[in-house]
């Protein structure tokens, strides 16, 4: 740590804190963790299985137990995950129906 760096006032701890070392804590903070329905931890490009059959509101198909679903991609919400399956465009999955691979 430099000498002559900023310090700056951090409102959540109530501390004074070098400027880049309250960035990183920020950066941190805004990575939102997506868990699947055991617990691991959901990447994107990561392959998943449906733990049990899904209805596909629009789509007008069930996808059934045990389909895998290759490369999603996490959305920012703690529960969502972007999925893409042959013949349906714009599906999103609740993490707690899958299971990562």
């Known amino acids: ?3 002559d760096e900023d310090y ?3 409102e959540e701890s109530g501390e004074w804190m070098p400027a880049s070392e309250l960035e990183a ?5 805004d990575q939102v963790e997506v868990r699947d329905a055991v617990g691991n931890l959901l990447a994107d490009g990561d392959q998943v299985t449906l733990i049990k059959d899904l209805d596909v509101k ?3 198909q069930t996808l059934k137990q045990g ?3 290759k490369s999603i991609r996490l959305t920012g919400d703690p529960q969502e995950i972007d999925c893409k399956y042959p013949g349906i465009k714009g599906l999103v999955l609740r993490a707690e129906f899958v299971k990562k691979r």
Request: hydrophobic share 45%.
């Open 1 to 3: 740590m430099s000498s």
């Open 8 to 10: 700056v006032y951090d």
């Open 25 to 29: 804590k920020q950066a941190a903070a």
């Open 58 to 60: 629009g789509a007008g």
């Open 67 to 69: 389909t895998l679903i």
